[in-house]
């Protein structure tokens, strides 16, 4: 559950920073940064348990497979995220160029900090039951070996 305080914790602080906010904001940054090298390791480690499983059931290395399509969710969702922004940030009216009101900067806040916060909060539900845990995976490493 600490993924999830963290998240909320983060929500809180990034969506009412204030102009001069700078000792909030560089906690935000390490803590984000400190949650960014799970979000590079984890999914890596799960997808090698899952070829383990697959392999398990089919007696089929699929390992390229499971790479290539990891690799094109993980542009696809770099792509989506990235146009998604853009349009949200045109709905709400923001001008780089233009001095913007309150209102457009704090949807601005909350694009880049609530926004995937929120996402972040999603996943970790979906993923908090994942029934292949270090106990089911030392099972099927067993299974293979013999």
Known sequence: MLCHDLCLFNFYICTFLKENDLIFFAIICI????????????????QADIIDLEYLKTGKRLTGQFFA???LVSKAAIAI????ALILLDIIGFNSD?????????AVSFIYAGLPIILKILSINL????KLDKKTHSEILKKIKT
């Open 69 to 71: 399509f990891w690799g």
């Open 127 to 130: 993923m908090w039951n994942f």
């Open 31 to 46: 803590l984000s940064g400190l949650a960014l090298s799970a979000d590079l390791a984890i999914p890596s480690s799960i």
């Open 81 to 84: 995220s990235t146009g998604m």
């Open 98 to 106: 233009d001095n913007n009101g309150k209102n457009v900067l704090f």
